[in-house]
């Protein structure tokens, strides 16, 4: 394969810029007993009469694909091994300022271009076996004129296993002219799994402001801010993509056919969708942590109009008992006979209408009782 003119980009576009953070926890597939997962290679290959996958190519068996000149979706799964994705990304013709984007990670999610040769790096999102924990894999491609390169942080028994079978059963068969489509078919399929875990959230926290009206707890604001900060990972992996996408689609690359770019503009309009609603759902957070709020300062006030209630009741009752309890030798009462049994019912009746005078205006209702 003839090698690419070489070019010179713009001083630190193409710089690896890796995040301080992984957006969510890493997949427990990433790592095996003694490390991590072992970099696997396979194949497709677009020949004119049917794809052909090959699975558990080695990397003398994968260049000498290479060599043959046919259309190739090459992919490889697990990082373990950089030197054989470096040795493959070098068989592609790809330049080797592209490496660091797609092997170090976790790597910003980025589209960039140079000459013939286009790069991606997206995450890969979902839900661990706690839905309110978020885990990444980092998935990075390439795409050249002859050959579509996809790069999983996360080993999987089959990559993109849809896709795959859409390639196989294709009649009729997929062209080099496909590669771009598949491009931003893969990313699709990487963009489309956020929709249901939005669902998922959307539905979460509908739960969880309903739960906020009726029995307001801690760990109710616990959970919230855990979506909260769910959605916001979400958020910071699609804000670098809004711009970088509308950026790719004002150049002219040569490498995109008129139907990819098609699929690039569907792509940002997705990206902006998603976008849209996760910043629906984090104000839906807002108003769990207000109905919580709310809730939690009815049952306060409840607690304070209870003891105000009781106070209101027992005043009088203590003033009476003041007077009655001072030992001045000339106090007309202290030689009662029935004194003391007249102060008795004096102050219950004196407690029996101040009850009744406050039941009559509503103060011994409950605000706060559970709701169905």
């Excluded at 004096?346 to 101040?354: F, R």
């Amino acid at each position: 394969m003839p090698s690419l003119p070489q070019l010179r980009p713009t001083p630190g576009s193409l710089d690896s810029r890796r995040l301080e953070d992984r957006p969510g926890q890493m997949p427990t597939s990433l790592y095996l007993a003694d490390g991590r997962a072992n970099t696997t290679l396979s194949a497709v290959v677009l020949e004119p009469q049917a794809s052909v996958l090959h699975r558990q190519l080695s990397l003398e068996q994968l260049q000498g694909l290479i060599q043959q000149g046919a259309p190739l979706w090459i992919r490889i799964c697990g990082i373990a091994q950089p030197h054989r994705i470096a040795a493959v990304l070098e068989a592609c013709g790809v330049p080797e300022v592209f490496t660091p984007l797609v092997i170090e990670t976790p790597q910003v999610p980025r589209v960039d271009s140079l000459g013939e040769v286009i790069a991606l790096v997206v995450h890969r999102l979902r839900f661990a076996v706690d839905p309110m924990n978020l885990v990444s894999d980092q998935v990075g491609m390439v795409l050249t004129r002859r050959v579509l390169i996809s790069i999983e942080e996360a080993p999987s028994a089959e990559p993109f296993p849809s896709l795959t079978d859409w390639l196989l059963q294709k009649r009729p068969a997929a062209t080099a002219e496909d590669r771009d489509d598949l491009l931003h078919y893969l990313v699709d399929h990487l963009l489309d799994g956020i929709f249901p875990m939005l669902e998922q959230m959307a539905s979460r926290l509908d739960d969880l402001e309903e739960t906020a009206l009726r029995d307001p707890r801690p760990r109710v604001l616990n959970r919230t801010y855990q979506l909260r900060g769910n959605l916001r990972r979400i958020r910071q992996q699609l804000w670098p993509l809004r711009h970088q996408i509308l950026l790719f689609l004002r150049q002219n690359q040569p490498v995109m056919g008129p139907d990819g770019l098609l699929g690039f503009q569907e792509m940002a309009q997705n990206v902006e969708q998603i976008f849209e609603s996760c910043e629906i759902l984090r104000h839906q957070c807002d108003a769990v942590t207000e109905a919580h709020m709310a809730s939690s300062g009815n049952r306060m006030n409840q607690i304070m109009k209870t003891l105000t209630i009781v106070s209101t009741i027992f005043a009088p009752l203590t003033f009476i008992a003041g007077i009655y309890g001072m030992n001045f030798a000339n106090m007309p009462e202290l030689d009662w006979r029935y004194g003391y049994t007249a102060a008795l019912l004096l102050m219950g009746a004196i407690a029996t209408i101040q009850t009744a005078m406050l039941w009559r205006r509503g103060w011994f209702e409950d605000w706060t009782g559970s709701r169905r």
